[in-house]
């Protein structure tokens, strides 16, 4: 594996369609389902990630919020070697689960884990598609903490630059692939 230069990361971001005024007006959606569909470009982000988070050392397992970061968290816990931990939205799961509410910009939603997936002291490493602000994201740190999990970092394919996510996970290495604006 090698670190992309500056050309790839272009290529792989050539592959994010922007969708304006989805799923609400102001709002622009950032569609990741042509890189996905790129097998060489999706092998290539993959890649890319796991090069990205070397710097965390080993870790145990991947934790990935539904629902595209089931599919970056997934094929990055295969490069790793680990296993992989889904974080569901509520009532996906059967129970026991652990879960955590938290708020977001027009509501709250909740994450859940099947419980005894996250072992006490195991390094895990928060992964999914998108930064935005960040609430989603310091949820799934807070679920794996409150299991007994040692979060060592969150890696995304794509940060969106000015909305604060970074700041919701202050503390934390964070890295992303790409970064573009809101």
């Known amino acids: 594996m090698t670190t ?5 990361l272009d290529g792989l971001g050539a592959l994010v ?12 959606f950032r569609d990741i389902t042509p890189l996905l569909a790129d097998a060489v470009a999706f ?3 993959v890649d890319s990630l796991a090069d990205l988070v070397a710097h965390h050392g080993p870790v145990d397992t991947v934790a990935g919020m539904e629902a595209r970061g089931f599919v970056l968290g997934a094929a ?14 509520a009532g996906k799961l059967p129970p026991p689960v652990e ?16 419980t005894g997936t996250v072992s006490p002291g195991s390094r895990v490493l928060i992964v999914d598609d998108v930064l935005a602000t960040g609430g989603t994201a310091a949820a799934a740190v ?6 007994g999990g040692d979060v060592v970092g969150a890696a995304f394919l794509l940060e969106l630059d000015g909305l604060g996510g970074r700041d919701a996970l202050s503390g934390l290495v964070v890295d992303s692939l790409l970064t573009v604006g809101s």
Request: hydrophobic share 40%; charged share 20%.
């Open 4 to 8: 992309p230069d500056a050309r790839e």
């Open 17 to 28: 369609r922007a969708v304006p005024d989805y799923p609400t007006p102001g709002v622009t």
């Open 43 to 45: 092998n290539g982000a």
């Open 76 to 89: 990055l816990a295969v490069r790793l070697g680990v296993g992989f931990v889904p974080l569901r939205k």
């Open 99 to 114: 879960s955590v509410t938290y708020d977001l910009e027009y509501g709250s939603a909740t994450l859940e884990v099947r």
């Open 142 to 147: 807070s679920l794996v903490g409150a299991c």
